[in-house]
Structures are given as C-alpha cells and as structure tokens.
C-alpha cells in the first residue's frame, strides 16, 4: 500500500499563487507516476497534472500554462505550483499516485479556493 498526505491548500485572490505538496510512503518502489486531481462541488473528480517516472507530465487543458507539477524523488514528494489561479479553479485537490500491481491511491485531499 501507498500513503499520501497532502499541503498547501488555502484561501487565494484571483490571479495569485499557491504550491500544493505531497509525501508518499509505504511501497514507494511500485511507483511509476504520481499527479494530482480535484474535485469541485456538483462536478466529478478530474485529471489535473500527471507526472512518470520518466519525467514525462500531461496536463488538463484548462491548466496548461498556469500550473506545473514536479516530483523530488530523493523525498517522495510531488508538488504543483498553481500560477494565475481563477475561481474556476476553486476544488478540493488530491494527491494521487499509479502503481504497478497495488492500483492507484488518492490523499485525504485539499481544499482550494479562489476568490476575491
């Protein structure tokens, strides 16, 4: 199994920046991508930022150019640095990670809200 705890969620105006974080630990070597996906009220959940081992990302549309994710791989640790945030952007973020054979695993979940 994998454990995720996630931080950096927050209250922020339009247009400004957060960095969300999050620790893995447990079967770290099943690991072949970690990500992020949110979840907005009445909405599913959706695909945010997708990083592999590889170092190869994708990335939803809608945050193209605003958002980057990276992983530190000493650390066990992804983030994403959310720039230019819109409303739109306001959802509960969570951690997730792909494995080989033990399946996916989602954090506890953070909540992001932007607004004025």
């Known amino acids: 199994q994998v454990q995720l705890v996630e931080s950096g969620g927050g209250l922020v105006q339009p247009g400004g920046s957060l960095t969300l974080s999050c620790t893995a630990s447990?079967?770290?070597?099943?690991?072949?991508?970690m990500g992020w996906d949110r979840q907005a009220p009445g909405n599913e959940r959706e695909l945010v930022a997708t990083i592999f081992n590889s170092g190869r990302t994708n990335y939803a549309d809608s945050v193209k150019g605003r958002f980057t994710i990276s992983r530190d791989n000493a650390k066990n640790k992804v983030y994403l640095q959310m720039n230019s945030l819109k409303p739109e952007d306001t959802a509960v973020y969570y951690c997730?990670?792909?494995?080989w054979g033990l399946g996916n695993y989602w954090g506890q979940g953070t909540q992001v809200t932007v607004a004025s």
């Open positions: 447990g079967s770290i070597s099943s690991i072949y991508a």
């Open positions: 997730k990670v792909m494995t």
